[in-house]
């Protein structure tokens, strides 16, 4: 049976794999989209990297999250900043794999009341992450290849290809 720990550090790999790629285009490659151009690549790969941030900091029991520092990718050495922070968030969440299946309380509302929270198993919130990068991964390479950039190829990033570089 495929383990979590194999799973997340697969998801920590192809993320930062995904990422490096992407910095190596031009950067015009940044506002490409599929279909919405409120997707662009830039804000794809910084949505990744703020859910990350704030599931991290619910499994570490932090009652406020602290917002990802990035609001904007213009350079390739603003992807890799990025890359190398959510690199650290990734490894934050494969650290705390052992925390066992725990309610945990995500605040939605800034007052603190209680119906601005939501509780979820931590089983739910690990699931979520891993399919929730790997969707958003699969929507930067198809707005590239939207625009004819095929240097990307997802199959090179999958469980497989992880086991074998391991």
Do not use: C
């Amino acid at each position: 049976m495929i383990s979590l720990d194999l799973l997340l550090k697969h998801m920590q790999w192809a993320n930062k794999e995904i990422y490096m790629e992407v910095s190596k285009l031009d950067s015009e490659v940044l506002d490409y989209f599929v279909i919405d151009p409120e997707w662009k690549v830039k804000t794809i790969m910084l949505h990744i990297a703020k859910a990350s941030n704030n599931y991290a900091q619910y499994l570490q029991g932090e009652e406020e999250v602290k917002q990802l520092a990035f609001e904007e990718l213009v350079t390739s050495g603003d992807i890799v900043a990025l890359s190398d922070a959510l690199y650290k968030i990734d490894q934050v969440l494969i650290d705390n794999q052992d925390i066992g299946d725990v309610d945990l309380i995500f605040r939605t509302r800034s007052d603190g009341s209680e119906k601005g929270q939501k509780k979820h198993k931590a089983s739910t919130v690990f699931s979520q992450m891993i399919f929730h990068a790997t969707e958003h991964r699969a929507q930067i390479v198809a707005a590239l290849d939207n625009h004819n950039i095929r240097s990307i190829n997802l199959d090179n990033y999958d469980v497989w290809s992880f086991v074998r570089v391991r």
